[in-house]
């Protein structure tokens, strides 16, 4: 009995006690499909894009997990957003998420630097719902460039959500511009910010691991926001700007 305390321990210090995954992905944590089950209500278009994404797509694994998702809808509702920036288009399952949760009148700008995973899964998709597909600029270039022309044109403090899911390497960089575009009382949503657990193993830390974690720190020392991290899909770090 004793070797066996003694071996369950050494698991506990040695890989933590939470489990770090997206819903989608095979893990035996039961508590992630219990809570997943009971709070995810995904649209029948939500459903479809995630569905073909899995089924036709080698890189899945970017795809936003429903939990996130839905954390993002409610907060979205939780605020009366109209106007989100989302950072990261992929297939377009966030910016329909987004645009779902809005108002008729509501404006989500998707921004990446290829729109071949979109163009083949997402917007074939998003094309059949048009109260959707109105409310949503699929803008092809670099979040950073497109991030400065919005602050250039006088856009700060006029949007009021943000979700943060592209490359690592410059989540940081996104970060203090979304701050600046954002309202007072905005909120900012950092997807992978656990990066599977990664952060706390120092045996794993890679380049996207160390930025992760530098921009997590910036966050927490932030005095613009209020904020917490927790673990949700791929952990999640939010912001609300004061």
Request: with cysteine.
């Amino acid at each position: 009995m004793k070797k066996i305390v003694i071996f369950l321990s050494l698991l506990y210090y040695a890989f933590g006690v939470s489990t770090v995954s997206k819903s989608f992905r095979q893990h035996s944590d039961p508590i992630i499909s219990y809570c997943t089950r009971l709070t995810v209500k995904p649209t029948e278009l939500e459903e479809k894009i995630t569905n073909d994404t899995i089924n036709n797509d080698n890189w899945f694994v970017m795809l936003g997990a429903p939990e996130v998702l839905q954390l993002g809808k409610n907060f979205i509702q939780l605020i009366g957003a109209k106007k989100a920036l989302d950072i990261g288009t992929y297939t377009g399952a966030s910016a329909a998420a987004w645009a779902t949760a809005m108002p008729s009148d509501g404006k989500v700008l998707s921004m990446d630097v290829s729109h071949a995973s979109l163009d083949s899964i997402g917007k074939p998709l998003i094309n059949q719902y048009s109260d959707i597909e109105k409310k949503i600029d699929f803008r092809l270039g670099p979040a950073l460039e497109t991030l400065d022309n919005l602050i250039n044109n006088g856009e700060s403090g006029k949007w009021d959500f943000c979700f943060i899911d592209a490359d690592k390497v410059n989540y940081k960089n996104y970060y203090i511009k979304c701050v600046q575009l954002l309202r007072s009382g905005g909120v900012i949503m950092v997807d992978n910010a656990l990066w599977g657990g990664s952060v706390v193993r120092d045996q794993w830390q890679s380049l996207d691991t160390r930025i992760i974690a530098e921009t997590n720190e910036y966050i927490s020392q932030d005095n613009s926001t209020n904020s917490a991290l927790i673990n949700v899909g791929d952990g999640l770090h939010l912001a609300f700007k004061k």
